[in-house]
């Protein structure tokens, strides 16, 4: 098992350029997650899946979008980036939504925009 | 809604002795709560969870002690070693209708364990 993967490790964005994160898991988890992590601060919940073609948003959701079309995937997209989404995002699943669920975390994205 | 929050951004220890890691909760309503380690350059990692029903408990060479009187909880880690240093996350549920009604996690800042040899 690969668990939770992420591609790419790393980008530098332009602003106003766009891009989508992907995140995978073989885990057959039903619920999936994308967080940022920015210097001094623990993870920040962007939006959230709970199954296929379902998505949600959490705490910090503007300038992001999210599609989960297949089970195993989960992207996420800037439509537009600006320099205050610079940070680094992590992917996460769990069986269910519950949080007495262990959320399995991919190994990040750095990005950067300029 | 739910927040949490490590009490130290730093904490510096000699190798082999206990480390003790603190963080503070603000809904009593809480019912669990989790701490993740994160090495640098990866994701956070599980490293034990907690239910409000217990004071305490411990895995391989962790404890997690909770207080609700006082809405604190603490991880110790027995004789640090060099592969604990990472940056600790103490993790409580994000109440629904805070934050857009996630049912995710509310992460804490992070106390980054430094050991000195």
């Known amino acids: 098992n690969a668990g939770v993967t992420q591609t790419p490790k790393f980008r530098v964005l332009k602003t106003g350029q766009s891009m989508t994160l992907l995140c995978a898991q073989d885990m057959n988890h039903e619920y999936m997650y994308w967080y940022r992590q920015d210097p001094g601060m623990g993870l920040r919940l962007i939006h959230y899946?709970?199954?296929?073609?379902?998505?949600a948003k959490g705490e910090v959701p503007d300038g992001y979008n999210v599609s989960r079309l297949k089970k195993q995937n989960f992207l996420l997209g800037l439509e537009s980036a600006a320099p205050s989404q610079t940070s680094v995002y992590f992917c996460?699943?769990?069986?269910?939504?519950?949080?007495?669920?262990?959320?399995?975390f991919g190994p990040g994205t750095r990005l950067t925009v300029l | 809604g739910e927040s949490v929050g490590l009490h130290l951004p730093t904490l510096s220890v000699q190798e082999g002795d206990n480390s003790i890691i603190n963080c503070a909760y603000s809904n009593s309503a809480s019912d669990y709560f989790i701490w993740y380690k994160q090495e640098s350059g990866k994701g956070p990692q599980f490293i034990i969870d907690?239910?409000?029903?217990?004071d305490k408990r411990q895995g391989q060479r962790v404890t997690v002690l909770l207080n609700k009187t006082v809405k604190h909880l603490s991880l110790q880690i027995a004789a640090t070693q060099p592969g604990d240093s990472a940056v600790y996350f103490c993790?409580?549920?994000?109440?629904?209708?805070?934050?857009?009604?996630?049912?995710?996690?509310?992460f804490g800042k992070g106390t980054h364990l430094i050991i000195q040899p």
């Open positions: 996460a699943s769990s069986i269910r939504t519950s949080p007495r669920d262990t959320q399995y």
């Open positions: 993790a409580g549920p994000q109440v629904r209708g805070s934050g857009g009604g996630a049912d995710g996690l509310t």
């Open positions: 907690i239910r409000s029903n217990m």
């Open positions: 899946s709970v199954g296929e073609g379902t998505t």
